[in-house]
């Protein structure tokens, strides 16, 4: 078993070689007409490549092995972890914790570390909203972040042509975000899986092209400038004053963003995505009116979209159509995805690594996409279930509640 193993990572190591090989071992000068050969490079490739095949096939193989011991060991765990969470001093005092990072973080960190943080704050909600459509409807959505570019470009418009600001646009973006995605609704309620996934990934490429062209009301590729930063009445505030603001105001909307998506989940309406979600004809056959729930969860996902990018257009002060791909969408979707379908805390966790783990893997400039890319297929082959996942509720009937049922009938 040893030597096959042996074998099967220097085939995968040789074979990863010759794939890398006129990336990293090629340089073609073509100023100077030279070619470098940087055979330090190969044996890297090859010595790396081997050592981590190893490696993984050994987990794989203990994954599967270990996976009925470790059971009892694991239930222990979260056994433990209850225990502990469900200790009403150490709650409190945890969240009184995060409060309190919470609001020295921006006072205690660089603008830099600041901007960075702002931006995982607003694929929070992103994500969260995202996670509506998706992870408690199942209604599969590729081209959502065509909502995030509405939410932009109407404050943009709004302020260079009727001179609103910030705290105005706010709630008119979420406001006009909610108006197209009850639009988009309309016509995709009759699609399911694969094409309903093509129809949205159009919709959010439609909604770019147009941006893109309509030159006279968005700029064109050239975008909007000068687009104003929030202020706060009868305040001066500073480029590093103003991020601070900034984040404050995102640590609020996404605190909002998780109540209501909380309060959702646990209502009427969330049951009702999530039967959906899991029998689309069993939730009809009881009754429920899948066609008005899938149009609220377009609804409902798109406001939080929306008000993001009003924040997004007010923090850059510059946008245009790149800033809105088609990779915006799949990045909310990996976030929705890695956190676990459904999860609350996992789509937050899930927000904050992808967008803050590229940024401090700039050390391997060259290298952190490749890292970044691994991390995630390790992460979707050893918890396919998400980082946090969701937690169902279950209900069972006991003995004593079949003698307190019999008693009250008698």
């Known amino acids: 078993m040893l030597k096959e193993k042996l074998k099967k990572s220097l085939f995968v190591a040789l074979w990863f070689a010759v794939l890398t090989f006129p990336i990293m071992v090629i340089?073609?000068?073509?100023?100077?007409?030279t070619v470098v050969w940087r055979w330090g490079n190969l044996f890297m490739v090859l010595i790396g490549?081997?050592?981590i095949s190893f490696i993984w096939n050994y987990a794989i193989e203990r994954r599967e092995r270990g996976e009925k011991t470790s059971i009892a060991f694991i239930e222990n765990i979260k056994l433990k972890t209850r225990t502990i969470s469900q200790n009403v001093k150490i709650r409190k005092g945890g969240l009184a914790a995060l409060l309190l990072i919470?609001?020295?973080?921006?006072?205690?960190?660089?603008?830099?570390?600041?901007?960075?943080?702002?931006?995982a704050l607003m694929y929070v909600m992103l994500g969260l909203g995202l996670n509506i459509v998706i992870g408690l409807g199942g209604i599969l959505h590729l081209g959502y972040i065509a909502f995030f570019l509405v939410g932009s470009y109407s404050y943009a418009l709004l302020n260079q042509h009727f001179g609103l600001n910030f705290w105005l646009a706010l709630p008119i973006g979420g406001l006009l975000a909610c108006i197209l995605g009850i639009l988009?609704?309309?016509?995709?309620?009759r699609l399911r899986g694969d094409y309903l996934a093509i129809v949205t990934l159009a919709f959010g490429e439609i909604t770019r092209i147009v941006a893109e062209n309509w030159s006279s009301l968005t700029g064109g590729p050239s975008g909007i400038r000068s687009i104003p930063r929030p202020k706060l009445p009868g305040?001066?505030?500073?480029?590093?004053?103003t991020a601070k603001l900034v984040y404050f105001i995102m640590v609020v909307l996404a605190a909002l963003t998780i109540f209501i998506t909380l309060r959702l989940k646990d209502s009427r309406i969330g049951r009702a995505l999530i039967a959906m979600r899991e029998d689309e004809i069993a939730c009809r056959s009881m009754g429920i009116n899948t066609t008005?729930?899938?149009v609220i969860a377009f609804a409902l996902g798109?406001?939080?979209?929306?008000?993001?990018?009003v924040v997004f257009?007010?923090?850059?002060?510059?946008?245009n159509p790149a800033s809105f791909t088609i990779w915006e969408s799949i990045i909310v979707l990996c976030i929705v995805v890695l956190g676990g379908m459904g999860s609350i805390p996992g789509v937050v966790f899930a927000a904050l690594v992808l967008k803050l783990l590229p940024e401090y893997l700039r050390a391997f400039t060259d290298y952190r996409m490749l890292v970044f890319g691994a991390v995630l297929i390790v992460m979707m082959i050893f918890k396919p279930g998400g980082l946090i996942p969701e937690k169902m509720k279950h209900y069972s009937f006991t003995d004593a509640d079949a003698a307190a049922m019999k008693e009250e009938d008698e």
């Open 27 to 33: 340089r073609v000068n073509t100023i100077e007409k």
């Open 49 to 51: 490549s081997y050592v």
């Open 102 to 119: 919470v609001v020295l973080f921006p006072f205690l960190t660089s603008f830099y570390q600041m901007s960075i943080m702002n931006t």
């Open 184 to 189: 988009i609704a309309v016509p995709v309620l």
């Open 235 to 241: 305040i001066d505030l500073s480029l590093i004053d």
């Open 292 to 294: 008005k729930m899938k």
């Open 302 to 309: 798109s406001v939080f979209a929306g008000v993001a990018g």
């Open 313 to 319: 257009a007010a923090n850059t002060t510059f946008i």
